[in-house]
């Protein structure tokens, strides 16, 4: 069973920045594509970011020039640049597959925006 550990969230104020990572057990992360997503309270999950194991990316629109996703595949290693923060972004940020497998979900880290 593959484990993804998510890293990098904490406390920013409105236009601060962050950057997660999330580092793969998975013996083939290579080849798989990888998503950033996100849980506020009271929501829905959604994905914020994808990159596919030949960097193809795509946000929705709420994160489009503010997020940035990134993979290293040495490090089994996805990241995720955010700047530009709103108390919007607050929430509970999770990496997985693209699409995502229920099995992969790791605890996520926590990243709120507030001043």
């Known amino acids: 069973q593959v484990q993804l550990v998510e890293s990098g969230g904490g406390l920013a104020q409105p236009g601060g920045s962050l950057r997660l990572s999330c580092v793969s057990s998975g013996r083939f992360f290579s080849v798989y594509a990888m998503g950033w997503y996100r849980q506020a309270p009271g929501k829905q999950r959604e994905l914020v970011a994808s990159?596919?194991?030949?960097?193809?990316?795509n946000y929705p629109d709420s994160v489009k020039g503010r997020f940035t996703i990134s993979r290293d595949d040495a490090k089994k290693t996805v990241y995720l640049q955010m700047n530009d923060l709103t108390v919007e972004d607050t929430a509970v940020y999770y990496c997985?597959?693209?699409?995502?497998?229920?099995?992969?979900w790791g605890q996520g880290t926590q990243v709120t925006v507030s001043s």
């Open positions: 997985n597959t693209y699409p995502f497998r229920e099995s992969n």
């Open positions: 990159i596919t194991s030949g960097g193809s990316i």
